[in-house]
Nanobody, 118 residues
């Protein structure tokens, strides 16, 4: 059973925008007393996976220095969904982007490819 599903990746030119979506299954949320923290990570070829942004149920957010001011994370707990709005994309943003749902489940999505190239 797939518990975390991402979508929205693709090929975009430098300076362009993309929106990623991530939806968690009801089974993940149902075991939690409060909706879990949810995050976006990314992994570029030959590099370690790194945290891009995270958001908790109160709406507190944290961003990696490399994306602060260009990326925005948001969530809707009724839809069990988070989004990552990415603007002013750079070639160095090219990576597979993964959604991570915290809490008891600790579940990863399968990843979605983002390629920034002219």
């Amino acid at each position: 059973q797939v518990q975390v599903v991402e979508s929205g990746g693709g090929l975009v030119q430098p300076g362009g925008s993309l929106r990623l979506s991530c939806t968690a299954s009801e089974s993940i949320f149902s075991v939690e007393r409060v909706p879990p923290d949810m995050s976006w990570y990314r992994q570029a070829p030959g590099k370690q996976r790194e945290l891009v942004a995270t958001i908790n149920v109160q709406g507190w957010v944290e961003y990696a220095n490399a994306v602060r001011g260009r990326f925005t994370i948001s969530r809707n707990d009724e839809e069990r969904t988070i989004w990552l709005d990415m603007e002013s994309l750079k070639p160095e943003d090219t990576a597979v982007y993964y959604c991570y749902v915290g809490g008891m489940a600790g579940a990863w999505g399968q990843g979605t490819q983002v390629t920034v190239s002219s």
